[in-house]
């Protein structure tokens, strides 16, 4: 079964910002991913290039799958610390991971 829409959405965790549904050719959700610090800035918010570049570093050093493009890590990493607007991080998602919006 392949993924091919992505859809986000508030997370209603109280500890997350966002939720990232996927779903089949058959519009049925596969999985879905919370990701982003409900608490915490991210680049979308304070648009600071040293802060981001801190942050990528940081994580980079973790080891994250950057690849796997369902993980919180790799949608923390291209929507809320790649570009200075959710909606443009979000287009540049889809068109790096194939995908398109729910």
């Known amino acids: ?11 209603p965790k109280i500890d997350k910002r966002y939720v990232a549904r996927f ?4 519009r049925n959700m596969v ?16 648009k600071d290039k040293e ?9 980079r050093a973790l080891n994250e799958d950057w690849n796997n493009y369902t993980s919180a890590g790799t949608l923390s990493k291209h929507l809320l610390w ?6 443009v991080s979000f287009r540049d998602y889809l ?5 398109k919006e729910y």
């Open 51 to 59: 802060v981001k570049e801190n942050w990528i570093a940081r994580h």
């Open 23 to 26: 779903y089949d050719e058959s």
């Open 82 to 87: 790649n570009r200075t607007s959710l909606a």
């Open 95 to 99: 068109k790096r991971f194939k995908l």
């Open 1 to 11: 079964m392949e993924i091919k829409y992505i859809q986000i959405l508030n997370s």
């Open 31 to 46: 999985k879905q991913t919370h990701f982003g610090s409900k608490t915490g800035l991210n680049y979308t918010l304070h």
